[in-house]
């Protein structure tokens, strides 16, 4: 099924997510408060309006209800990216995502009803501390406050070894969901399967036992 969105707000955070929509073959609205930012979009996005999203007879004149989905990815105007999400939520919008500048606008837009919010400063500053502590860690994604997805590179140290022999799982209390070798990913690796040198292991566990995982067996 042919897949629509709107965005809101065309700063880098939501001009890189329109882009993206785009070049996967979706159709996107792409909306601002700006004429210059909807100018740079014409002849991106499907169509690019000029529009105050905290005006609900604005947003029903769009059809914005219509959207499967609505991205609110307003900088810095916290008041705007509320009220945006609160006239969504009242026309009847399916699914919000909104970007949050603090966990205080966190908290307001989950009590308003938005489905999704994210910080991609905080989280993109989280995966670059990850990849510069260790050398092992290639990419990281926040599941919740207290778990995580991690991709982590096999080294000498466990290079050679099955997973039987490390017996992660037991030990660590995290899971190996799949290896990547090369072109090829192996999902839910067999206990016998061995390690080879720059493997890498897609993990999924509480932070703590990621970071005790680290330190014992790759350090």
């Known amino acids: 099924?042919?897949?629509?969105?709107?965005?809101?707000?065309?700063?880098?955070?939501?001009?890189?997510?329109?882009?993206?929509?785009?070049?996967?073959?979706?159709?996107?609205?792409?909306?601002?408060?700006?004429?210059?930012?909807?100018?740079?979009?014409?002849?991106?996005?499907?169509?690019?309006?000029?529009?105050?999203?905290?005006?609900?007879?604005?947003?029903?004149?769009?059809?914005?209800?219509?959207?499967?989905?609505?991205?609110?990815?307003?900088?810095?105007?916290?008041?705007?990216?509320?009220?945006?999400?609160?006239?969504?939520?009242?026309?009847?919008?399916?699914?919000?995502?909104?970007?949050?500048?603090?966990?205080?606008?966190?908290?307001?837009?989950?009590?308003?009803?938005?489905?999704?919010?994210v910080h991609p400063e905080r989280d993109m500053g989280i995966r670059i501390a990850n990849n510069i502590l260790s050398n092992n860690v290639l990419d990281y994604l926040e599941l919740s406050d207290e778990h995580s997805i991690m991709e982590i590179r096999v080294n000498e140290k466990i290079a050679s070894k099955s997973l039987i022999d490390l017996d992660i799982r037991a030990k660590y209390g995290i899971n190996i969901v799949a290896i990547k070798r090369g072109n090829n990913i192996i999902v839910s690796p067999q206990a016998d399967e061995n390690l080879i040198l720059n493997d890498v292991l897609i993990i999924i566990g509480a932070d703590v036992d990621i970071i005790r995982f680290e330190k014992k067996v790759l350090s």
């Open 1 to 117: 099924m042919h897949k629509e969105f709107v965005v809101v707000g065309l700063g880098r955070f939501g001009g890189s997510i329109v882009r993206e929509l785009i070049d996967q073959g979706a159709d996107v609205m792409a909306i601002d408060i700006a004429s210059e930012r909807v100018d740079e979009f014409a002849t991106i996005a499907t169509q690019a309006v000029v529009a105050d999203t905290t005006d609900e007879a604005v947003l029903k004149s769009l059809g914005i209800r219509n959207f499967e989905h609505v991205i609110v990815a307003i900088g810095d105007d916290i008041q705007s990216s509320i009220l945006t999400t609160l006239m969504l939520k009242e026309i009847g919008v399916k699914k919000i995502t909104v970007k949050a500048q603090n966990d205080y606008h966190e908290k307001v837009l989950r009590k308003i009803g938005a489905d999704q919010v």
